[in-house]
């Protein structure tokens, strides 16, 4: 059973849904961005989205877009993100989950991609930019099945596309909230729970759902009626209000405890 296997199934048990923290890898430093990583894991963050950082992003709003700027202005690349995960999971059992653009992985090369993020300790991939038509070209390179395959699915996509999209996918599905860019306002709850519920006819997969979550009370209301709440942008904008505070990893670990604590049902 993969590590986010075992989670669901530990939080099912617990009645409670899991906690999904997005930061964009070396933001606002490298060196910061491991230490935020360790308080959002000590905190309570059950599985942890670990952006590449890329410079033409078509799916996240500005709060991310910049965070992406300041990474890459660190000199951040994949195998550097590759390398974070590394040195978390010397010392966390937290799921990781690879989040890019299909650009990055494309230049490193499939078959190199898997074999090094195993190493480094991910669990799952998540490519924002690549649809189940053409991402053979990409899992047709591994060389095992030790990094789960996340898909994405929208309010907008029809139910027979969802089973399709599920088809493909392993690890969790990750439900976009609304139409727009991460970030975005104007979260409808009651649309959330008709989307989840719709998915949920096609899938025994997890289900965990992003953009526009920022609060517990979202994090609690997302929770009924999915497996899993995504919260990235709100990260992001604290990292950004805090650029070169020296306690901003424990300002993050504030933060996260507070939406932990939303997803006990």
């Not at 894991?41 to 590449?52: H, M, T």
């Not at 992003?57 to 990474?71: E, Y």
Request: charged residues 20%; hydrophobic residues 45%.
């Amino acid at each position: 059973m993969s590590r986010l296997a075992r989670l669901f199934a530990h939080l099912k048990e617990k009645r409670e849904g899991a906690l999904v923290g997005f930061v964009t890898a070396g933001d606002p430093t490298p060196d910061m961005s491991l230490h935020i990583l360790r308080a959002m894991a000590e905190a309570g963050v059950d599985i942890i989205e670990l952006g590449v950082p890329f410079s033409d992003p078509t799916a996240d709003g500005p709060v991310i877009q910049r965070s992406s700027a300041r990474a890459l202005a660190h000199g951040m690349t994949l195998e550097k993100t590759l390398d974070l995960c590394r040195a978390m999971r010397r010392e966390s059992d937290v799921p990781l989950v690879v989040f890019s653009y299909y650009n990055p992985i494309l230049a490193m090369g499939g078959t190199r991609f898997y074999e090094e993020s195993v190493r480094a300790g991910a669990d799952a991939v998540l490519v924002v930019d690549l649809p189940p038509e053409e991402s053979q070209e990409l899992v047709g390179q591994w060389s095992g099945n030790q990094l789960d395959f996340i898909r994405l699915a929208a309010p907008t996509t029809p139910t027979e596309r969802m089973a399709a999209i599920a088809r493909d996918a392993s690890g969790f599905i990750y439900l976009v909230s609304m139409t727009g860019v991460t970030g975005s306002a104007g979260l409808d709850l009651s649309e959330v729970a008709a989307t989840a519920a719709r998915l949920k006819q096609v899938t025994s997969l997890p289900v965990c759902v992003g953009f526009g979550i920022s609060q517990p009370e979202h994090v609690s209301a997302v929770c009924r009626a999915a497996d899993g709440a995504v919260v990235g942008s709100a990260f992001e904008r604290l990292i950004e209000e805090n650029l070169t505070a020296g306690d901003l990893p424990e300002r993050m670990a504030r933060y996260a405890r507070t939406l932990k604590a939303a997803t006990r049902l």
